[in-house]
């Protein structure tokens, strides 16, 4: 499965930008996805940006006051407009933007861009950005993709926001929070399998929030066990996930909230599982590697806040002169580069 977010999709058009052509004068982006891609490329390069509807009806979005304008202080005339999707596969919403801005009689030069296609270029648009193969999902159309229907779904922190410390008591508030958790991702296509470290006896509770939230499912799995400190005790929240997923053949992708529970059942169940928390998908293969990267990531971290909270003048100074000029602001350079650089 190959997965992109939202960060990927910025991280891809800001290293990808030399491949639009100068002189655009307009970003018009194609609703829905296509607005958040056309709003990231409009930002980048403090361009006016439209909805394909709203320009075609001779509309602009508001613009800040750095934004290009003619010499009597109104928006210039677009000559070279960017009109940009997410994503192409077939090329129809392409086709069905042009034939809406031709309608409308929009005189200036055309140029079509997709974020995302299945192949470097493609008849329907100019400029492809990056190439992603099927299998593919993105984090903005994850909740109504086709996998759901195969898919095994975490409850807390997914479907819903996760209880805080106060509710989770296992007692009356829990069953409040159960029965008027806040939703949070909201699938339009039903899932394969729920599978959560929820109790089993608070399954109707959890049922009938379902129901009311109009949120269609196969199977529900729950955990078997008296209570929360038995459930503790066995540290059973990812092992008990990673057992349904192993067990169920067509299930091809697990999502899972926290992290380090995603990181724990695609070890144990050797299938890969998509985190809510970091938004990428963790493969079996690779999770030692993750988290060898991760640990690095958390120790740049801590040194870089380390580096960067003010100290005595004194303590930097006796640091300056124990390690010598060199070697100290060789350290400071280190710590303050990106990881990876």
Same mark, same amino acid.
């Given at each position: ?226 209570? @929360?400190?038995?459930?503790? *005790? #066995?540290? /059973?929240?990812?092992?008990?996930? +990673?057992?349904? !997923?192993?067990? %169920?053949?067509? $299930? ?58 003010? @100290?005595?003048?004194?303590? *930097? #100074?006796? /640091?300056?002169?124990?390690?010598? +000029?060199?070697? !100290?602001?060789? %350290?400071?350079? $280190? ?7």
């Amino acid at each position: 499965m190959h997965y992109r977010s939202v960060a990927d999709m910025s991280d891809t058009i800001t290293r990808q930008l030399r491949k639009l052509p100068p002189d655009i004068d307009l970003v018009v982006g194609v609703p829905r996805s296509g607005l958040l891609a056309g709003s990231m490329i409009s930002l980048a390069l403090n361009l006016p940006l439209a909805d394909l509807e709203g320009f075609a009806a001779g509309r602009l979005l508001a613009t800040g006051h750095t934004r290009r304008r003619s010499d009597d202080g109104e928006p210039a005339a677009p000559r070279r407009i960017l009109v940009v999707d997410d994503s192409i596969n077939s090329g129809g919403s392409m086709v069905q933007a042009r034939k809406a801005l031709i309608e409308a009689g929009v005189e200036a030069e055309l140029i079509f861009c997709a974020v995302y296609g299945l192949k470097p270029e493609h008849p329907e648009v100019d400029v492809v950005l990056e190439a992603v193969p099927y299998p593919r999902m993105f984090q903005w159309n994850a909740m109504h993709h086709s996998y759901l229907a195969d898919a095994c779904f975490d409850i807390d922190g997914v479907l819903c926001c996760d209880p805080t410390s106060e509710e989770n008591d296992d007692g009356d508030r829990y069953r409040a929070f159960l029965t008027s958790a806040r939703a949070f991702l909201r699938p339009s296509k039903p899932i394969g399998h729920l599978v959560t470290s929820r109790l089993e006896k608070y399954r109707p509770e959890t049922e009938a929030w379902l129901a009311a939230e109009g949120i269609e499912y196969g199977k529900l799995w729950m955990l078997d066990l008296p209570d @929360a400190a038995a459930r503790r *005790k #066995a540290g /059973a929240h990812g092992a008990f996930k +990673a057992r349904v !997923y192993a067990s %169920l053949p067509d $299930a091809a992708l697990f999502i899972e909230s926290e992290e380090r529970q995603a990181v724990e059942i695609a070890r144990a169940s050797g299938k890969p599982v998509l985190s809510i928390e970091s938004q990428t998908i963790i493969y079996p293969d690779r999770v030692e590697e993750l988290t060898a990267m991760r640990q690095r990531r958390v120790g740049y971290e801590r040194r870089r806040r380390e580096i960067e909270t003010p @100290a005595p003048s004194g303590l *930097k #100074a006796a /640091a300056r002169r124990l390690l010598g +000029a060199p070697l !100290y602001d060789q %350290l400071k350079r $280190a710590v303050r580069a990106p990881a990876g650089a």
